[in-house]
């Protein structure tokens, strides 16, 4: 797939050693539709903008990509300490179709530091850019984001989730989905700090909310960064909805006909998405080698489809000893 559109975000001339500070929020769903989407279809489903190109790819896996949702802003900023500080600028949203099956929506803003209120132009002519209006604490910010949830301040819950919605509402949907799974957020801001290595936090804070505390250089774009987050919430929502499927097979009461039955559509539907990194930035994958280590999402993952083989395994072979019982209970006695 080539780069991301050119609304991403993007510091002015003269910002570039201001920009301490990227936030942003992705939410994760299975597409409302019964199949997978053709990727003639997602591109169809992501026409957000009219007269605007939907990006897509067919390696590692089908990809697809809106262009950019704008929405402009003219509020207080999350604060930890409580200080009143405003913000003025143009949050960038994107959806992304991922196997024609998983569904995202991507907000992200860059902050930097201003003095005084300008025209609304000069804010539209820099999409992905919010100035403060007054003195920046990039700490204070970051903490107050990340915990926070005042309704009164940048939300990009809402902004984030309207798009989201907006895709799952396409006339192209049946709303058939193969499973029912949760929707799930992950919150993250990103600070420079050229003395570091790259690293990252990882919170789960409730069961559909995660939040992440990434500290990155300064040659790591918000693009990278928006998209190395994308990738961690896709993950993320595949191995929760998985998880939460095993433990409602093993305590709650049912069959094993209908446990299989609840467990089969993983295994058709989602299993060959698994691919962690494979679309991340070089400089930023060691984020995820660490995430490999502890707490280890591949191994968690590989665990759980395992076991849900080996118990469509032994139903299935259950299935066929009954068969052969009733076979062997109806033949005629011999002569």
Known sequence: MGPRSAGRPRTGAGDAEEAMLTVGEVHTSLLQHSTALAQEQSAEVLSLVEGEVVLTSRRPSLYAVSPDVRTGVDCWLPSARKRQLRGVGAVVTRAIVTGGRIVQASSVIQVVAGERRRPWSHYLANPGVLETVGKLDAADLSAGFLRGNNADVLNLEAIT???????????????????????????????????????????????????????????????????????????????????????????????????????????????????????????????????????????????????????????????????????????????
């Open 161 to 335: 989730g309207r798009v989201l919605d907006g895709v799952q509402m396409s006339d192209l949907l049946d709303r058939h989905p193969p499973l029912r799974a949760a929707r799930t957020r992950l919150r993250w801001t990103a600070q420079v700090d050229p003395q570091r290595d790259v690293s990252a936090v990882v919170t789960v804070d409730s069961p559909t909310l995660r939040t992440v505390e990434l500290v990155v250089g300064p040659q790591d774009v918000p693009a990278a960064v928006a998209g190395l987050c994308e990738d961690l919430a896709l993950h993320d929502w595949l191995l929760t909805m998985l998880s939460s499927l095993v433990e409602a097979a093993v305590t709650r009461p049912a069959s094993g006909q209908e446990h299989i039955e609840r467990l089969r559509p993983v295994l058709e539907h989602l299993l060959h998405l698994w691919l962690p990194g494979a679309r991340v930035h070089p400089r930023l994958r060691p984020v995820w080698d660490r995430l490999e280590q502890v707490p280890g999402f591949s191994r968690q993952w590989k665990s759980s489809v395992n076991w849900i083989r080996d118990q469509i395994s032994v139903n299935n072979m259950a299935l066929l000893r009954d068969l052969a019982d009733r076979v062997a209970v109806r033949q005629p006695c011999g002569r």
